[in-house]
């Protein structure tokens, strides 16, 4: 590296360049403003404000980054929920539609388990032995998810009711309901990952709520249900 530029070079530099620290506003941070001494008794508020901007500059640089981190979070979720959708568009059979939803779901999203649950109307629902969806007692899903369509819920102990065996795994959980058809019981698409804080309340729901309309519309067409 080459010798220091001298006091003078600096405050020659600065002279012929009078906008340089509007145009380089973090170097504020790194100044010392001088005391102005005022009289005896007088206090000097100059150093007092360019603090608070220096206090203000760090706070507006971390909520910059925390910006930036949360849409870059937001992308690659909107990413692998697209992707998702197209799995379940590809399916080849009603049998491999479920395999999608209850096992490709959950490496698509990056989570631990998903599962398809739904309630039992007293009639035997074609498939579900075979195909893993879980079936539960009348009542369950309202049980779950109250009045609301979707719940996020962090910090839990997976319930073995939703996820059966995969329940020992789940710490936060996405529970959406679903409603495939007029003729149907209702259920609820589950999603549980075994960190604590992957699903909280205060998140944005509408990409998982989008997830599972389309999962509604793909097992109505394969059943031939209507809306």
């Known amino acids: 590296m080459g010798d220091a530029p001298t006091a003078e070079q600096v405050r020659a530099y600065l002279r012929d360049h ?13 100044l010392t403003p001088p005391s102005i001494d005022r009289g005896r008794g007088v206090v000097d508020l100059q150093a007092f404000m360019v603090e608070r901007l220096r206090g203000e500059l760090r706070l ?4 910059q980054r925390e910006l930036i981190g949360t ?3 937001n992308v690659n979720s909107q990413n692998r929920i697209h992707a998702a ?6 399916a080849q059979s009603f049998e491999q539609l479920i395999q999608t939803i209850t096992t490709d779901l959950a490496v698509l999203l990056d989570l631990d388990v998903a599962c ?5 109307n007293g009639q035997d629902i074609p498939h579900v032995h075979s195909s893993g969806v879980r079936v539960v007692d009348q009542g369950v899903v309202n049980q779950y998810l109250g009045t609301a369509d ?20 789940v710490r936060s ?4 309901r679903i409603q495939v058809s007029s003729e149907t019981p209702d259920g609820l698409l589950a999603f549980g990952s075994r960190e604590p804080d992957t699903f909280h309340t205060g998140q944005g729901t509408e990409l998982v709520g989008f997830l599972a309309r389309v999962v509604e519309r793909v ?3 394969w059943l031939e249900l209507p809306a």
């Open 219 to 221: 097992i109505r067409g």
């Open 71 to 73: 849409t870059r979070a």
């Open 85 to 90: 959708v197209l799995f379940l568009l590809d």
């Open 60 to 63: 507006l640089k971390e909520q």
């Open 173 to 176: 959980e996405a529970l959406i």
């Open 150 to 169: 979707v719940v996020l819920n962090a910090n839990v102990q997976g319930d073995p009711e939703i996820y059966g065996p995969g329940a020992g795994l």
């Open 18 to 30: 009078p906008d340089f620290l509007v145009q380089n506003p973090e170097l504020v941070h790194h």
């Open 116 to 120: 398809l649950v739904v309630e039992s």
